[in-house]
Structures are given as C-alpha cells and as structure tokens.
C-alpha cells in the first residue's frame, strides 16, 4: 500500500481508519527525516493491515501543532482516533514497527 499524504482536508481518513495508523511528520529540508523517508514507505509497502501517512509540517503547521510536534522527524502511531505512542527523532526499522506493534 502507499503512503497517505495527509493535510487538514483529508485527516479524517487516519482519524477514522479502522486500521493502526502510523504519521510521519517531516520537512524537505530535514536531514534525519530524510533518513527515515524511506523506512516508512518500506513499511508501508510491506504491511497493508496499517495506514501509513506523512504529512510535511512546513505545509500543515496546524497539523504539527495540533499534534504537539516539537522536533521532526515526529512518529505518531493512531488507534481509533487515538494517539497510543509517539517518538521523535530518527529511528531505524526495527523500532519503528516496534511502536506499530507495540
């Protein structure tokens, strides 16, 4: 599956998703998200049960804010329209799915 890129018109597909959703907050300009850009889209490919999205905070700075994203690269995972973890920075594969899973 690909990525969702999301934006304040379409958020209520991850809000709403029956599936666990993982957001990935990021710049153009950020190096370390750079770096995870493409985890997430492996993951994404090889985990249809999950909703995956990015959403680029120079674009939706009231996403970001609404979503208390301080630092980026941001990872919010969603269950029901819920936050249930949320990390900062770079992370390698394993401890991206291990959110997901968590």
Known sequence: ???????????????????KVLIDFFAEWCGPCR?????????????PQWLVAKVNV???PELAAAFGVASIPTLVVMENGKIVSQ???????AQILALLEG
């Open 1 to 19: 599956m690909s990525v969702l890129s999301l934006n304040k018109n379409n958020f209520d597909l991850a809000k709403n998703s029956d599936k």
């Open 87 to 93: 990390s900062s920075g770079a992370r390698p594969k």
């Open 58 to 60: 120079d674009e939706e």
């Open 35 to 47: 770096m995870v850009s493409p985890i997430v889209d492996e993951i994404a490919e090889e985990n």
